[in-house]
């Protein structure tokens, strides 16, 4: 039987490099995570530890494979998404991933996206990453 290949999942000990409040209760973290950054595409997500037993999952909002950086929004729900927009520059988080398959974009010129409350994060990184392959867009949110 052939095995089926999975995508890289890695966990990264990421490093938090600025929290910016974008809205009450709304937060974008910018991590420092090289290989996540270089391999994430479009849609896909992460899993990332706080102080709650299980690690939440959030999707990639951003990409900079130069920079070596990814960003993730963050909706402040309960306890565990608190944490994590309680992050401060300097301190560490543990992110599992790129999770998920991502958009496949291949060969694709004109872009419509739809997006709603958390889903605006992901929607970010596919609208920045349309706009540097010259794709037409868009976008309604
Ligand atoms: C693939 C994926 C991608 C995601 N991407 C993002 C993202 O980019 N950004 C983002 O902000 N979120 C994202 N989310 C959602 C995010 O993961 C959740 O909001 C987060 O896991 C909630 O964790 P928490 O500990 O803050 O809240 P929890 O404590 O898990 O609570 C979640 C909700 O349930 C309610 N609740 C909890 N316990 C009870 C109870 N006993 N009775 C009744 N209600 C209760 C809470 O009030 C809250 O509204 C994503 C989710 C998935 C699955």
Not at 7 to 24: D, K, M, R, S, Y
Not at 38 to 64: E, K, M, S, W
Not at 79 to 99: C, F, H, I, N, Y
Not at 106 to 112: R, T
Request: charged share 20%; with cysteine.
């Amino acid at each position: 039987m052939e095995m089926k290949k999975h995508t890289t999942q890695i966990e990264h000990i990421a490093t938090v490099l600025e929290n910016e409040t974008l809205a009450p209760g709304v937060v974008m973290l910018t991590l420092d995570t090289p290989l996540i950054a270089t391999t994430a595409i479009p849609g896909q997500f992460v899993h990332v530890t706080c102080n709650q037993y299980l690690r939440r999952p959030l999707g990639i909002a951003g990409a900079d494979p130069q920079a070596g950086t990814m960003q993730v929004g963050i909706q402040i729900k309960g306890e565990g998404t608190r944490d994590l927009a309680s992050r401060r520059k300097g301190e560490t988080l543990s992110v599992l991933g790129p999770l998920g398959s991502g958009f496949e974009l291949d060969g694709v010129e004109a872009l419509i996206a739809v997006a709603g409350g958390t889903g605006l994060f992901p929607l970010s990184f596919l609208l920045e990453y349309a706009k540097q392959r010259g794709m037409r867009i868009a976008a309604f949110c």
